[in-house]
């Protein structure tokens, strides 16, 4: 077999990113070993499109054992394990603000307008999802549904009740601030759980892609959503496992995978001038990458680096 | 290199096959996808270039000096002279729709070197990959609206 399917040349880097379990900090796991669809990534991978000036940082460090007057090195350990990882993400959606902007984000729901605050003022009141409804069809009262129209976002999640502490069904989008009393729609306000609706029907709301948490949760509330906000300086850190892929060209696939990834720096953009007048406004995100165990031999660790050769491609 | 340019032909008439089944062409007395070659064909038909993708090769050359990356640059050609029952004045919508559809025949942009002298083809264990095509502004001649597109392919070369 030729040699030359060793050097290997690359398309454009994509993004995943798919929930941590925020109580037991754990991530979900990539296998290199079952095929991922980069156009169709299995559940609940979400696709975050194409991201430019992917950089990966590696910190950590090594100690020297030494021995002797003349200080001979006898063996290395590792002092410390960190890994950062940055990124601009082309496409701007909810969880790619979410992921540049490192607090919690927000949904800004539809509102009467007469009480205004700078992440949505008091919202219209929700309406209850039915039982029955799923990921993708939100049933509701026939009666309600002539308010509604394709095109418009919605968020389904329930009500905040006193003790809650983690905000958000399937997904944590957010926590209690202890010094303020959060009214009915705090879980609404900052949940992953936003569609898009893409068809009425005579029972409910059709959505162009599942909610990221599931069929909606027992007592679980719809209300449009009519904008995203994050804010400077809330206390929240986002936490995703990520895997980003080099797409093939000449044969072989990369994948950098993150079992966690905690958002480290504050929102920025990058600019990136296309024509005079015109510019793309991509949105920068830094990460620190946080520990896992790996399930095969035990060890603590932050990354992983995989390579899927094109068959027929020599190991040496 | 004859495998990467073969390829490259196939591929995209497998694809336009897909992405716009109306678009065919007769060639000795056979319908095919609208991917012609033109060193492939000894005699086009008459008006081939319009309503077909035209693949002219041109310039070769290694990446890197002695490396084993190669290139090959390919023009390809086409346009149109609009419909006669809009008297022509649809050119410019064919050709856009053309320019749509050698977008998105041109993703992914990579595909299985295949060798086309056997049957079945036969894999040759590398890739080539080709850039996005660059398309230079329409022409206006005799009543025909053409447009060229540049794509550059890059293959291994001592794989076929």
């Not at chain 1, 966690?260 to 005079?276: D, F, G, H, K």
């Not at chain 2, 062409?25 to 993708?53: C, K, Q, Y």
Request: glycine share 10%.
């Amino acid at each position: 077999m030729e040699r030359a399917g060793m050097q290997e040349y690359f398309g454009e880097v994509r993004a995943y990113f798919a929930p941590v379990n925020r109580t037991t900090e754990t991530g979900t796991v990539f296998d290199p070993s079952v095929s991922f669809d980069l156009n169709n990534p299995p559940s609940p991978w979400v696709p975050l499109g194409l991201v430019r000036n992917f950089k990966r940082v590696a910190k950590s460090t090594l100690g020297t054992v030494r021995s002797g007057a003349a200080g001979v090195a006898q063996v290395q350990y590792r002092k410390l394990t960190d890994a950062r990882v940055s990124v601009d993400f082309c496409e701007w959606g909810k969880l790619q603000m979410a992921l540049a902007a490192s607090s919690q984000h927000m949904n800004v729901l539809e509102s009467a307008g007469t009480q205004a605050r700078a992440s949505g003022g008091v919202a219209k009141a929700g309406q209850p999802a039915l039982a029955g409804s799923t990921a993708t069809l939100i049933l509701l009262d026939p009666s309600v549904l002539s308010n509604y129209a394709v095109g418009e976002l919605i968020v389904v999640d329930v009500n905040y009740m006193a003790g809650m502490t983690e905000l958000g069904t399937g997904i944590s989008g957010g926590v209690v601030e202890t010094s303020v009393q959060p009214d009915c729609d705090a879980v609404r306000r900052v949940s992953y759980n936003v569609g898009c609706v893409s068809a009425i029907t005579a029972t409910g709301l059709q959505l162009n892609a599942p909610l990221l948490g599931g069929a909606p949760a027992s007592g679980a509330q719809v209300q449009k959503v009519v904008a995203f906000v994050d804010h400077e300086g809330a206390n929240f850190f986002q936490e995703w496992s990520a895997v980003f892929a080099l797409e093939e060209a000449s044969g072989g696939r990369v994948y950098f995978y993150y079992p966690r990834l905690q958002a480290s720096a504050p929102a920025e953009e990058t600019v990136a001038a296309v024509a005079s007048g015109v510019s793309m406004t991509l949105l920068h995100a830094e990460f620190a990458a946080m520990a896992a165990t790996d399930a095969n031999d035990g060890e603590s660790v932050v990354c992983y680096r995989s390579y899927v050769p094109m068959a027929g491609t020599p190991a040496y | 290199m004859q495998a990467a340019k073969d390829t490259f032909l196939k591929t995209l008439a497998t694809r336009l096959a897909v992405v716009n089944p109306a678009r065919t062409v007769i060639v000795d007395g056979a319908s095919r996808a609208a991917v012609l070659t033109v060193e492939n064909e000894t005699a086009l038909p008459a008006g081939t270039v319009l309503g077909t993708f035209l693949l002219s090769w041109e310039g070769a050359g290694e990446v890197v000096p002695e490396g084993p990356l190669m290139y090959v640059d390919c023009k390809v050609s086409y346009g149109s002279e609009g419909t006669s029952d809009m008297l022509g004045t649809d050119r410019g919508r064919v050709v856009t729709a053309m320019d749509a559809e050698l977008l998105r025949i041109s993703e992914p942009t990579h595909a299985v070197k295949c060798d086309y002298t056997k049957t079945p083809p036969a894999g040759l264990g590398s890739n080539i990959f080709w850039t996005r095509p660059v398309m230079a502004a329409p022409t206006d001649a005799n009543g025909v609206l053409m447009r060229t597109a540049a794509v550059r392919v890059f293959l291994f070369a001592e794989v076929g």
